[in-house]
């Protein structure tokens, strides 16, 4: 660990920090329908809209109705996308003559995207022409967010309406989240990303004579060297920069190429690197401001916003440690490798890393992106050092409420503020109260099925590939507990909605492909649902004066017991199956073992 | 129910043509007007011909270049097939992979380690830079190789050296590409023997 690694990484929080106050802000304005600077622009847009859609935008619905439109706008867009991927040789803007998708894959890509998630079994470059990626792919990328923000909105306004029986109106919360917060930003955001070198075209790939033409040595089925010379370099292009704004800000992580935001086309420099971690914790960073707001308690959004800072400093401390660190095997007097941190190399573990963004990049980047449910990777996570490999997935693992994806993170954070102040309410024998709501059986009882879906997904698929060999012990690409580690790190990924992967998995099988779409949309639809149910009933309750017994959500007491609830429920679920994985696998490297 | 469902329908339509077209052929529109070379991937043309990307990577394995990093990108660097090798750092292939090329190495350049960056894999398996370190281990064998001093590829190789980003973010790099370019045009190879 170096001065300056912990200095890029102060200095990426204090922007986090600083820009929190004003976006929350601009977003309650927003989400309340309150005056902005944008409305002379986006006012008779989403006037159009209406009147194109029907949509009656003084209509308030119940919770019921608000998750029905949800469902329903999420299949559309899904069908929609489905029929794209299967047609597109047929649909333009398809230089390279990709052939349609296949359907397994075309059905994972199409629940990945509409979920936020962005787990990607394929090669896109490879695979998805230039009309798929846009029309498609990066459309999800914005209306994912905008859910998932219109969500997050709808359990605010339950804890802060006072019997009432609605929530608001669906349409149009989508609409102003996507309208007056995703499009303006992500349009400068994608110009700045152009000025620093991420490509935006739609040429065909271009060919590039190689400086030294390259001999490679392949050996067939039948044993026999054939040597070939390659002089050219196949450039792939594509309209990149447009689609990498809304990934990285919408927190969705699918890749314009299938490595990500390592590929030099989408995140050429090191201050597109600084960009793109900023822009994951951007909105949800600034959703805790905007709860403290609309709530009218802003410093229990201060307390929420203090516990996922915590939380996040942790993660990349140990993250950052475990890559500075040498590989123990590469480490020995037979090989001689310079693993040292010096001012000329970053040294530590650089498999898997890109030589721009170095350890403390790459280290800060795997945190964030998985402290949120972003799931954009510029390193290799199958690649890190088992205990820095452990720090992504325990961030999925912890529910993904340490900034969280967008409008998902808050409303995962909300289901453990409710589990805390019952844990309180427990400990002090009183009924516990929440910003001056009765927490009931009702709430309670969502909560824990929130909380209990998620792991069942999780440990449920992943016991079940490994109870069959025949299902998908072949696709792993690791052996040893890393093996684990893959099958583990990939149904997190999936339930968890967050996209990034133990990358050496073979995930385009017909068993992963069909598992992981199962595991995406119990992550992301039965999830929603009781959030939405807790919702309805809060906004029916009456309020409820603060009395001496109440116990306050806004004081650095109330910030301890919120992270340890989260740790508690945590560990207490996954520390068996990581103890298995990383853990094990971290205690067999120190001992010098390999696979 | 039934409205929803029309509704649905109709904002799918509405919407896909702003955020699916119109906003992906605004931002084009946009950067091929201020930013052309850029959103086009900074290709480096040499007589005519296209030769690389400022920001991609190629193999590079002559000793009289200054070689790149392993890619376990298709047959080495291909750029339309970005991929990292996935090896786990317990993965017996990679301890072996690192040892061969480490000892290939370390044989024309006694009595040095090898830099970590150039023996292990990036992640996109196009990185187009190598660290300082890296650069400075193989100064000696390119300037024997070109059959010239090695103060003169120091100085091609600082040429090449960027610092941090507004001197904070990042790390210091090297871009091998363009090192080697700027080699051939300072001290060309001789002719085929």
């Not at chain 1, 447009?242 to 314009?256: P, R, V, W, Y």
């Not at chain 1, 998995?505 to 017909?510: D, Q, R, V």
């Not at chain 1, 910030?559 to 103890?579: D, E, K, M, Q």
């Not at chain 2, 996109?124 to 001093?149: C, F, M, N, W």
Request: hydrophobic share 45%; net charge neutral.
């Amino acid at each position: 660990m170096t001065a300056n690694g912990w200095f890029q990484i102060l200095l990426f929080f204090a922007l986090v920090l600083v820009c929190a106050k004003p976006i929350g802000i601009y977003m309650a304005r927003v989400f309340g329908r309150e005056k902005t600077f944008a409305d002379v622009i986006f006012r008779p847009l989403e006037r159009v809209i209406y009147k194109l859609t029907g949509i009656d935008e003084t209509h308030e619905m119940r919770w019921t109705e608000y998750a029905i439109a949800m469902l329903v706008f999420s299949l559309a867009t899904l069908l929609v996308t489905y029929a794209i991927e299967r047609l597109q040789y047929f649909l333009p803007l398809n230089p390279q003559h990709l052939a349609g998708v296949p359907a397994d894959l075309a059905w994972n890509t199409a629940v990945s995207f509409t979920t936020n998630t962005n787990w990607q079994s394929y090669v896109p470059e490879t695979t998805m022409s230039y009309l798929t990626q846009m029309l498609t792919l990066a459309y999800h990328n914005f209306f994912s967010a905008a859910v998932g923000m219109a969500l997050a909105v709808a359990l605010i306004r339950g804890i802060a309406r006072r019997e009432s029986k609605t929530l608001g109106n669906f349409w149009v919360d989508t609409t102003r989240a996507s309208l007056w917060v995703l499009l303006p930003t992500c349009f400068i955001y994608a110009l700045l990303l152009v000025s620093q070198g991420v490509v935006q075209n739609f040429r065909p790939y271009d060919q590039a004579k190689l400086v030294q033409p390259l001999t490679v040595t392949t050996t067939g089925a039948d044993g026999k060297a054939t040597t070939q010379t390659v002089t050219t370099q196949s450039i792939a292009q594509g309209p990149v920069a447009s689609q990498e704004a809304i990934k990285m800000l919408g927190t969705n992580g699918g890749g314009f190429f299938n490595t990500n935001s390592a590929h030099p086309f989408e995140n050429p420099t090191p201050f597109s690197n600084f960009l793109e971690m900023f822009s994951i914790f951007l909105i949800p960073a600034g959703l805790t401001v905007t709860l403290g707001r609309m709530t009218k308690a802003p410093a229990h959004g201060w307390a929420v916003f203090a516990a996922m800072a915590a939380l996040f400093f942790v993660g990349v401390f140990v993250a950052y440690y475990a890559e500075a660190k040498p590989n123990p095997l590469l480490h020995s007097t037979a090989i001689h490798v310079d693993q040292h941190t010096t001012a000329a190399q970053p040294g530590g573990n650089m498999e898997g890393k890109e030589v721009r963004f170095g350890i403390a990049n790459s280290a800060l980047f795997a945190t964030v992106t998985t402290d949120a449910s972003c799931g954009a990777v510029n390193a290799m996570h199958d690649s890190f050092m088992p205990l820095g490999g452990l720090v992504p997935l325990v961030n999925i693992m912890l529910g993904e409420v340490i900034f969280g994806g967008v409008g998902a993170g808050l409303y995962g954070m909300l289901i453990f503020v409710v589990l805390a102040v019952f844990i309180a309410g427990l400990m002090v024998g009183r009924t516990p109260e929440y910003l001056g709501k009765k927490i009931e059986s009702y709430d309670v009882k969502m909560a824990m099925l929130y909380t209990l879906i998620f792991p069942l997904s999780i440990l449920g698929f992943s016991a079940v590939t490994l109870m069959m060999p025949n299902l998908g012990l072949s696709s792993l690409a690791n052996g040893g507990p890393h093996g684990l580690s893959e099958i583990l790190y990939a149904f997190t990924s999936a339930t968890g909605n967050n996209g990034s992967a133990f990358g050496g998995l073979n995930a385009n099988t017909h068993w992963y492909n069909l598992s992981l779409g199962v595991a995406m949309l119990i992550g992301r639809f039965l999830m929603v649902i009781p959030v939405l149910a807790i919702a309805g009933n809060l906004a029916k309750k009456k309020l409820v004066p603060p009395s001496p017994g109440t116990f306050p959500v806004h004081t650095p007491l109330f910030t301890v017991l919120l992270i340890g609830t989260i740790l508690i429920v945590g560990a207490l679920t996954f520390f068996p199956a990581l103890s298995l994985g990383p853990v094990l696998e971290h205690l067999l490297l120190q001992a010098g073992k390999a696979y | 129910m039934r409205r929803n469902i029309i509704t649905a329908i109709l904002y799918t339509l509405v919407t896909t043509i702003i955020f699916g077209v119109a906003y992906p052929l605004l931002v084009t529109g946009a950067a091929q007007l201020l930013f052309k070379d850029k959103a086009n991937g900074q290709l480096i043309t040499e007589n005519g011909t296209v030769v690389g990307s400022h920001l991609l990577g190629q193999s590079f394995s002559a000793p009289t270049y200054f070689h790149s990093r392993p890619s376990a990108a298709g047959n080495g660097y291909d750029a339309a097939n970005s991929s990292g090798s996935n090896y786990a750092p317990t993965n017996q292939k990679l301890i072996d992979r690192v040892k061969g090329d480490a000892a290939a190495a370390n044989a024309d350049h006694p009595g040095t380690d090898v830099p970590v960056d150039l023996v292990t894999a990036s992640g996109s398996g196009l990185d187009p830079d190598i660290t300082p370190a890296a650069a400075e281990y193989q100064v000696a064998r390119v300037a024997k190789e070109r059959h010239i001093s090695e103060s003169a590829v120091h100085d091609l190789v600082a040429k090449h050296t960027q610092a941090r980003q507004f001197g904070v973010l990042g790390e210091p790099r090297v871009n091998v590409l363009e090192l080697n370019l700027d080699l051939d045009h300072t001290a060309p190879l001789v002719a085929a023997k």
